[in-house]
Nanobody, 120 residues
Framework: QVMLAESGGGLVQPGESLRLSCAAS????????MGWYRQAPGKQRELVARIRSDRSTNYADSVKDRFTISKNNAGNTVYLQMNSLKPEDTAVYYC??????????????WGQGTQVTVSS
């Protein structure tokens, strides 16, 4: 059983920063990539940022130059540093993890979501 534990959401004013964390625990062979998605009310879930096993990254255009994704040395915890937050960043942020189990099968896991609200 794999679990994703998210933390770091909250309420901030425009221009402020937040840091989200997501830790993957359980038994598996390797993590292929981890990332963050978000879903605002009435909108589809969208990719915010992703980091792969080789540490390559990709970002949504709307967050480039403001958000930075990183991971720890073990590769099982991912961070999303969010700077210069805007009201349009308000959403529930979901951690996503794609991994390979001991049977060489790939699985996709989701966290429960953490609310980020940017408002004055």
């Amino acid at each position: 059983q794999v679990m994703l534990a998210e933390s770091g959401g909250g309420l901030v004013q425009p221009g402020e920063s937040l840091r989200l964390s997501c830790a993957a625990s359980g038994s598996f062979f390797s993590i292929n990539y981890m990332g963050w998605y978000r879903q605002a009310p009435g909108k589809q879930r969208e990719l915010v940022a992703r980091i792969r096993s080789d540490r390559s990254t990709n970002y949504a255009d709307s967050v480039k130059d403001r958000f930075t994704i990183s991971k720890n040395n073990a590769g099982n915890t991912v961070y999303l540093q969010m700077n210069s937050l805007k009201p349009e960043d308000t959403a529930v942020y979901y951690c996503n993890c794609n991994l390979t189990d001991w049977g060489w099968k790939n699985y996709n896991y989701w966290g429960q979501g953490t609310q980020v609200t940017v408002s004055s």
